[in-house]
């Protein structure tokens, strides 16, 4: 049997042990992934990534109110997410608002805008480069173009602008959102390529003015990355998660093979 991300948000909503020993072997490793990047100076302390885990345990935790089939990557979503909300950020120095960013960023394309906000996610031109199939060459090309125009409509203005206010151009966005947004399945019709070029030129034309669904966009890319190639912990290598949040080993009989879709 087929051990569905549906299911296991059902067992972890209910308490089944489990769901919770799924979501610890096969999503430490996602969140440890996600720390390594935005903490990389405390990616290696054992109560941070504690600190996240009992916060994903919580009862009022969102991850596991859906009653909806999630898929596998509007999970992970969702924990990062969350993950991000725990990394207290300062203001930064020289603060830019999503206002200016419209004002400056008119003229880009809407990958060109990908690549400028995936700056403000601190991801590189060699990391941004492959989730959004372009070079990482002309990710550094369009970021230099997006410095200048940004440059122009500002009074204070450095080259780590963007990566600075990074986390509070993210809330801005992710609370930006109005009833004409996209939803995720649209934007992972692109990653998966059952989107049409009716819907794509759409989107197209959404994401121009939109950095709600930019940054939403940017962030399934970026789950797809946070997943690639992550291998689930051992028995071993779980237990002092689950003694942690204490989760009990479940029964082994009748066990189901996990799968991330619904």
Avoid at 104 to 116: D, I, Y
Avoid at 245 to 252: F, I, N, Q, S, W
């Amino acid at each position: 049997m087929i051990y569905t991300c549906y299911e296991m948000v059902r067992d972890c909503r209910e308490g089944r042990p489990e769901g919770w020993t799924h979501f610890i072997s096969h999503y430490v490793p996602v969140i440890r992934k996600a720390l390594a990047h935005y903490a990389p100076e405390r990616a290696d302390d054992p109560a941070l990534l504690d600190h996240v885990l009992a916060t994903v345990r919580k009862p009022e935790s969102f991850l596991f109110h859906s009653t909806a089939p999630p898929e596998e990557r509007w999970f992970v979503a969702h924990l990062r997410q969350l993950i991000v909300a725990e990394l207290a950020a300062g203001a930064a120095e020289i603060p830019i608002d999503l206002e200016t960013l419209t004002a400056a960023l008119g003229p880009l394309t809407m990958t060109e805008k990908q690549a400028a906000w995936f700056e403000t996610m601190r991801y590189s031109p060699a990391q941004a480069g492959p989730m959004l199939r372009v070079s990482p060459g002309t990710v550094e090309k369009v970021r230099d173009r997006a410095a200048e125009l940004i440059r122009g409509k500002v009074d204070s203005w450095r080259r780590t602008l963007l990566a600075e206010n990074g986390p509070a151009l993210g809330r801005e966005a992710a609370a930006s959102e109005t009833k004409d947004c996209l939803p995720t399945k649209a934007f992972l019709d692109v990653v998966d390529g059952r989107t049409t070029w009716r819907d794509r030129e759409m989107m197209d034309r959404h994401l121009q003015t939109c950095w709600h669904c930019v940054d939403h966009f940017c962030r399934m890319l970026e789950v797809v990355h946070l997943l690639r190639d992550s291998q689930p912990l051992t028995e071993a290598e779980s237990e002092p998660f689950c003694a942690l949040l204490g989760v009990a080993a479940p029964k082994r009989a009748g066990w189901k093979r996990f799968v991330g879709g619904a």
